[in-house]
């Protein structure tokens, strides 16, 4: 099916050849002022086959946001697809995949040992109720388990 290219980067990407779960560079940006961003598509389930529920979502983002931030000052941004299949993480600076990766990697290491989603209260969210640290455990381990297939993004 022949589509005409968009201004958005993933909707250019054929949903259909992508295997998740991936890390997959998505955007790299200079800035007027000589900075660098570079957009990862941190892709947890098959589009169009699977979902992550909302309240994983919710707290996945929660999570990663909060301890992300331990392993690197870089960390701009780590934002939930509206499909729910995975996340955008928007870093700054030259990255090679492999420092993406043990970043990922060390981060849903800590989501594993979590005691609780950070922020998940009415004062500091705006849907607090709306969380589930189990199923971001539960989802953060079987993105950790298929590590070796990170860097696979088409079959």
Same mark, same amino acid.
């Given at each position: 099916?022949?589509? !005409?290219?968009?201004?958005?980067?993933?909707?250019?990407?054929?949903?259909?050849? *992508?295997?998740?779960?991936?890390?997959?560079?998505?955007?790299?940006?200079?800035?007027?002022?000589?900075?660098?961003?570079?957009?990862?598509?941190?892709?947890?389930?098959? !589009?169009?086959?699977?979902?992550?529920?909302? !309240?994983?979502?919710?707290?996945?983002?929660?999570?990663?946001?909060?301890?992300?931030?331990?392993?690197?000052?870089?960390?701009?941004?780590?934002?939930?697809?509206?499909?729910?299949?995975?996340?955008?993480?928007?870093?700054?600076?030259?990255?090679?995949?492999?420092? *993406?990766?043990?970043?990922?990697?060390?981060?849903?290491?800590?989501?594993?040992?979590?005691?609780?989603? !950070?922020?998940?209260?009415?004062?500091?969210?705006?849907? %607090?109720?709306?969380?589930?640290?189990? %199923?971001?455990?539960?989802?953060?381990?079987?993105?950790?388990?298929?590590?070796?297939?990170?860097?696979? *993004?088409?079959?």
């Amino acid at each position: 099916m022949d589509q !005409p290219r968009m201004n958005v980067e993933s909707f250019n990407l054929d949903h259909r050849t *992508v295997v998740a779960p991936y890390v997959r560079l998505a955007d790299r940006k200079v800035l007027p002022a000589g900075d660098v961003l570079r957009k990862y598509d941190v892709r947890f389930a098959q !589009p169009n086959v699977e979902h992550l529920e909302m !309240p994983v979502v919710h707290s996945l983002e929660h999570l990663f946001a909060e301890h992300s931030r331990n392993h690197s000052d870089r960390v701009v941004d780590f934002s939930p697809m509206g499909c729910q299949t995975g996340f955008y993480l928007i870093l700054s600076g030259e990255w090679e995949d492999a420092e *993406v990766h043990d970043l990922v990697a060390a981060t849903l290491e800590d989501v594993t040992r979590a005691a609780e989603v !950070p922020a998940a209260n009415e004062t500091q969210c705006g849907w %607090g109720a709306n969380h589930t640290l189990a %199923g971001a455990q539960e989802a953060a381990r079987r993105f950790l388990a298929a590590r070796d297939e990170w860097s696979t *993004v088409t079959a």
